[in-house]
């Protein structure tokens, strides 16, 4: 069994988690980390945590999770998936915040894209978009206004395989 836990201010790291899940012939639990019921994660085989990225940095609650449930995860072939916009990035945001001692347990990772949903956003975050796409652009002129994504279908289907794969192995 499989538990893919996230955390969504936005709904794009829920939105990989259910892609994940298509792509696994819905077979996982999807839970958010806001609703988080440790009997579902004691019972599952594997765990696979979605984490946004915000301002530049990992989701502070999904970090502290991280941190705080090692026993668990450990035992659970545990793999992260990062949403961001600058998804290729996705190491240094994962480097930033865990150790070497963190990180070996970590059966696989990908950055797997992200998403804007402007109608979505509160005056600042709309603020801090304006200057961070002036000073390093990552949002084509010619978007759609309203949502703005660059999710990486290829690395979401590679990574969903790769979760079969180990998931098999942690049944066996």
């Known amino acids: 069994m499989i538990t893919i836990l996230y955390t969504s201010k936005h709904g794009a790291t829920a939105k990989i988690a259910r892609v994940i899940n298509t792509y696994l012939d819905h077979t996982c639990t999807l839970m958010n980390l806001d609703e988080l019921d440790m009997a579902v994660l004691e019972k599952t085989d594997t765990i696979v945590l979605g984490v946004p990225v915000y301002y530049g940095a990992l989701d502070p609650k999904m970090v502290d999770f991280i941190k705080k449930n090692q026993g668990l995860l450990i035992k659970k072939h545990y793999s992260i998936y990062i949403t961001a916009l600058f998804h290729t ?10 150790d070497y001692s963190i990180l070996k347990n970590v059966t696989t990772m990908a950055g797997l894209g992200g998403a804007i949903y402007y109608p979505d956003l509160n005056i600042q975050e709309k603020m801090v978009l304006a200057v961070m796409n002036k000073n390093r652009p990552v949002i084509p002129k010619e978007h759609h206004v309203n949502i703005f994504e660059n999710f990486d279908n290829h690395e979401i289907e590679l990574f969903s395989q790769k979760i079969k794969r180990i998931d098999n192995y942690a049944c066996k």
């Open 89 to 98: 990035e996705f190491m240094s945001y994962i480097t930033k915040e865990f």
